[in-house]
């Protein structure tokens, strides 16, 4: 089984930054793709960013220029560097990891969520 945490969301204004982390723990497995997921009020959840094992990464077009995603292998942890928030990018912000464990099964687990708040 794996774990997340997810820190760093919060209240900002528009034009501000946060930095969004998610670190899995666990036993007996390896990470493949990390991912950022947000879902906003009455909305269906998307995603944001994602990265590979080997740190290929892929964005939505609504954040490309202005979020970053990043993952740190030693320490299980996926970032996401938000830059030049909008009021639209006011969500729940959902970590998703998929893990290969060592018996050979597939893992998809999600974060609890942090919520970012953009607002003047």
């Known amino acids: 089984q794996v774990q997340l945490v997810e820190s760093g969301g919060g209240l900002v204004q528009p034009g501000g930054s946060l930095r969004l982390s998610c670190a899995a723990s666990?036993?007996?497995?390896?990470?493949?793709?990390m991912r950022w997921y947000r879902q906003a009020p009455l909305k269906q959840r998307e995603l944001v960013a994602g990265i590979t094992s080997g740190g290929t990464t892929n964005y939505a077009d609504f954040v490309k220029g202005r979020f970053t995603i990043s993952r740190n292998n030693a320490k299980n942890t996926v970032y996401l560097q938000m830059n030049s928030l909008k009021f639209e990018d006011t969500a729940v912000y959902y970590c998703?990891?998929?893990?290969?464990?060592?018996?050979?099964?597939?893992?998809?687990?999600w974060g609890q969520g942090t919520q970012v708040t953009v607002s003047s």
């Open positions: 666990g036993s007996s497995f390896s990470i493949n793709a």
């Open positions: 998703n990891v998929l893990t290969t464990f060592f018996n050979g099964d597939y893992g998809n687990s």
